[in-house]
């Protein structure tokens, strides 16, 4: 005997939002639409090839893209969570921007500014995250060049000072590139570099540091440090050992479209292996202070929301894609919460590594201000900590919004 869904339960409730959700795409599944067939594809929860991922770049149709990447976080997020957007309250850290190497792209590691180069001692260390403390932050995000005098026992240190004073702040630091350095350094293997930090207080690491994962670009680019296989090897190791990470994909540094299809294939291919990515966060490039500009293509905002979009739907396994307002600007950073994107970022303090290149957004946003912006970009605000579990969903009710096509005339305005 078939089962009567009683009115208003878990299953109806179910069954209601994932029908309004296809309703979204009527006119995309319709078979006159070019992207119907993907769009099929995307209704039946289909594994997107590469091909697909090609055909999704190749469409000037932005509403449509916007679409399908709100389909697929909606369907992720389910029912109650459908128009979560989350932010955390963090600030970042960068104990040394002297660094070895010497990547194209970088004007935070600037060789010509090196008499300019800073490592903080273990109390100005405190003294920054102290400030921090007072302003209730919850997250300490440390990145940094790649320096011999900050072997592992200063970053032992950093760690065991900070849990020692602040045991509540989750420290999220270390690129993959800085263990690859580390281990190096010291002569030991990722895994034990791994563990020691672990042991003294690292708690989750970064995305940084995968810039892009093609071995052309990185060589135009002099990217020496951590390749794919490297860099996706200490992922794994970490998730392993319990860590979750994210994972990023710098652009407007040479690459193509295939490129960043290629790298973000083999995240999916790695989060299937130790499933432990939480976010996934497109980077473009900042170039003051660079001589990069002459020679590569500055992504259009098109572009980007592209990058959005298309992770959104190729990245099946990962739970989040992050619009880093830091780097897209606000308007843009609203924009991506519509093409799939649905995490903020964070408030973050003082960032320096985008603002050395020229970016011009503020350095630090408030807590209410995060919640403005998230709220008028139709969503619901929710705080949470490092890992993503809420601390807070927040009182703004989503702004009603105009039409997609509206919202886009903005880019050209
Ligand atoms: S991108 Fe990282 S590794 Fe490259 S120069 Fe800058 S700080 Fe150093």
New binding site residues.
Partial sequence: MTAVLAKNSPQSNEQAFAAANRASLEKYLKSNHPLSSLAKKICNQERLDRQDALTLYASDDLPALAALGDFVRKRKAGPEKANYVYYIHNMHLNPT?F?????R??S??NPQEREKAYTWTIDQVLEQIGHGVSLGINEVHMV???NPACDINYYEEILQAVKNKFPNIHMKGM?A?EIE?LANLEGISYEETLKRLIKAGLDSMPG??A?IFDENVRSNMA?K?APAATWLEIHGIAHQLGLKTNATMLTGIGENTENKIDHMLLLREQQDKTDGFMCFIPLKCYYEGTDIAPEVEEPAPTTLLKDIAVSRLLLDNFPHIKAYWIQLGEKLAQLALSFGADDLDGTIGEEK?THAAGAKTPLQLAKEKMEALIAEAGQKPVERDTVYNIKRVCDHEPQVLAPIEERLQTLSA
């Avoid at 660094?99 to 990547?103: D, F």
């Fill in positions: 921007n660094c070895v190497e010497t990547c792209f970088c935070y590691a940094g060049g790649l690129t590139v350095y940084g540091g810039e990217v440090k590594i």
